[in-house]
């Protein structure tokens, strides 16, 4: 008797079925619409409400970026230069008769001045080639 006590009173036929009913429109064939629906409606705003992300160069041809980065480093190239310059003289006035330190400073001097001068000349050299090429 005292087991009859613990369990609940057994369901009817028509409850159980309602119940499975509403388990399986759920759980079986309307939870996958709904949530394609909402994933549609989603996407849809998305769409809708699109981030257009402008370019943030200033330039629009890869040809316009290179030569934009090529006078940078132009520019950085002139002022290593310079800073080199400098420093070449520096070392010859501080080699108080050293012959081998007013050689070493004299060459510094003497490639920093070349590097300088490829660098300027670059422009002219590219433009050059196009034209024996034929590339306007």
Do not use: H, W
């Not at 394609?36 to 849809?44: N, S, T």
């Not at 981030?51 to 090529?70: C, F, Q, R, T, W």
């Amino acid at each position: 008797m005292k087991q009859n006590q613990n369990k609940k009173p057994a369901a009817s036929p028509a409850s159980r079925r309602a119940r499975l009913n509403a388990q399986s429109a759920f759980g079986g064939k309307l939870l996958p619409i709904i949530t394609i629906c909402i994933m549609a409606l989603i996407a849809g705003s998305l769409v809708v409400n699109a981030v257009v992300i402008e370019n943030p160069l200033k330039y629009d041809d890869i040809g316009k970026i290179i030569s934009a980065i090529g006078g940078l480093l132009k520019v950085l190239a002139i002022g290593i230069g310079t800073i080199m310059i400098i420093i070449a003289g520096i070392q010859y006035m501080t080699s108080a008769g050293n012959e081998e330190r007013a050689a070493k400073a004299k060459k510094t001097i003497l490639y920093t001045l070349i590097g300088v001068a490829i660098v300027v000349a670059v422009d002219f050299i590219i433009g050059l080639i196009g034209e024996i090429v034929g590339k306007k």
